[in-house]
């Protein structure tokens, strides 16, 4: 899983953004990812409209291929 660290750097994420973004890229449906960072789908929705915007994606499948690219950077 890429740092939300890395993520914020690379994207301009919101530290909100990027945790959430760093959860998704473990192909983790929305729902659950907002549980586990204990937000409601509703904030999660908005933070991943956001993030789709700040990346050039527009579906979560795409994002996560996306995020999955960054992943031998953050093995450095």
Known sequence: MPSPTLLAGLFDLT?????????LSQGRPLKDAASDLKITVKTGRTYLERIFAKTGTSQQSQLVALL?????????
């Open 15 to 23: 530290p909100s953004e990027a945790r959430l973004a760093a959860v």
């Open 68 to 76: 999955k690219s960054t992943e031998p950077l953050n093995r450095r």
